[in-house]
């Protein structure tokens, strides 16, 4: 199994709501990731998690919260965001964390917030 | 800071034509250097990498980079251009002991019949 998944494939919400972005991965790889895409612009990483601490945060404002669970797991927390947060969210996980192994992404999640 | 550059947002091509994406890298120490794919609405996936053995590498669906030191290049090819190859393409930089890749701005690629 060599796929990365993410849930939902779309997500609408308003600048009220709290929901949340999952990914996940049975590869046994080590770090996972989330970045940001707006359109025709390349992915902007804002979370790495290595061994499931926290080993990066990209100054991402606090309505943006990451959670991981467990080995396999990534959570996306959202709250109060604001219509600019709109954009294509990517999970990506790799087998290390030192930067030798490529990265494996998801499908994405399309959000728009209203 | 690590950094990649892309040269040419937009790169137009003929079906069965040469297809040359071209990346720069800034490094004071060696990289390890990746290209990636995205379809439309799709995730990115990897074509090749580079991790300082071979300096020609070849990836999948015909495509190859080579490393050169001297140029700080990291170009891709494609000897001949498929219809199928129209997509956005990004080069990526990692360094050892740090996961933070960063992506170059991204290459659109355009088969023309």
């Known amino acids: 199994d060599t796929e990365v998944t993410q849930t939902p494939k779309h997500l609408v919400m308003g600048m009220t709501n709290k929901k949340s972005l999952k990914c996940e991965q049975h590869?046994?790889?080590?770090?996972m990731y989330w970045y940001k895409q707006k359109a025709k612009k390349p992915p902007e990483l804002m979370f790495v998690?290595?061994?499931?601490?926290?080993?990066i945060n990209e100054s991402v404002p606090s309505r943006f919260s990451p959670e991981c669970p467990n080995s396999s797991l990534l959570n996306l927390h959202l709250h109060a965001l604001q219509p600019e947060d709109s954009a294509l969210y990517l999970c990506?996980?790799?087998?290390?964390?030192?930067?030798?192994?490529?990265?494996?992404f998801g499908p994405g999640t399309r959000l728009t917030v209203t | 800071a690590q950094s990649v550059t892309q040269l040419g947002s937009h790169v137009s091509v003929s079906e069965g034509a040469l297809v040359l994406l071209r990346c720069n890298y800034s490094?004071?120490?060696?990289?390890?250097l990746f290209w990636y794919v995205q379809y439309p609405n799709q995730g990115l996936q990897l074509l090749l990498k580079y991790t300082s053995a071979a300096t020609l590498v070849k990836g999948i669906n015909g495509f190859e980079a080579e490393f050169k030191k001297s140029e700080t290049s990291f170009h891709l090819t494609k000897p001949s251009a498929h219809m199928s190859d129209a997509a956005e393409y990004f080069c990526a930089v990692s360094y050892p002991n740090n996961n933070d890749m960063r992506f170059g701005a991204g290459t659109r690629l355009t088969v023309k019949p």
């Open positions: 990506a996980s790799s087998l290390g964390t030192g930067g030798f192994d490529e990265q494996y």
């Open positions: 590869m046994g790889h080590r770090a």
């Open positions: 490094s004071s120490v060696p990289p390890y």
């Open positions: 998690y290595s061994y499931e601490k926290l080993s």
